[in-house]
């Protein structure tokens, strides 16, 4: 079993950045690939990058691609998502996700979540 748990998300101008923390509890993390997703109100939870146990190798949404980027700390048990110039169509509930199977932008394939953190972008 793996616990998540996301952090960083807060109340932001369009144009900022804010770095997003996912720390993982029970089995380490470094076991799984951790994919990020984000819902807005109404909407389905969309892909937004994901980063392989192995390599590690990173894989973002056209809609971020060049803006976020993910990364990990093994010896801090933690996944973390950098984005930077928001725009107010990133407002939304961002999750982290661990699994270990193929793709990596199906929700599907992630055996654990975590409860959430909000980001909002003002305009």
């Known amino acids: 079993q793996v616990q998540l748990v996301e952090s960083g998300g807060e109340l932001v101008q369009a144009g900022a950045s804010l770095r997003l923390s996912c720390t993982a509890s029970?089995?380490?993390?470094?076991?799984?690939?951790v994919g990020w997703f984000r819902q807005a109100p109404g909407k389905a939870r969309d892909f937004v990058g994901a980063?392989?146990?192995?390599?590690?190798?990173?894989y973002y949404a056209d809609a971020v691609k060049g803006r976020f980027t993910i990364s990990r700390d093994n010896a801090k048990n933690a996944v973390y998502l950098q984005m930077n110039s928001l725009k107010p169509e990133d407002t939304a509930k961002y999750y982290c996700g661990a699994g270990n199977v193929f793709p990596y932008s199906d929700l599907e394939n992630y055996e654990y979540w975590g409860q959430g953190t909000q980001v909002t972008v003002s305009s």
């Open positions: 029970g089995r380490t993390l470094s076991m799984y690939n």
């Open positions: 980063i392989t146990r192995r390599g590690p190798d990173t």
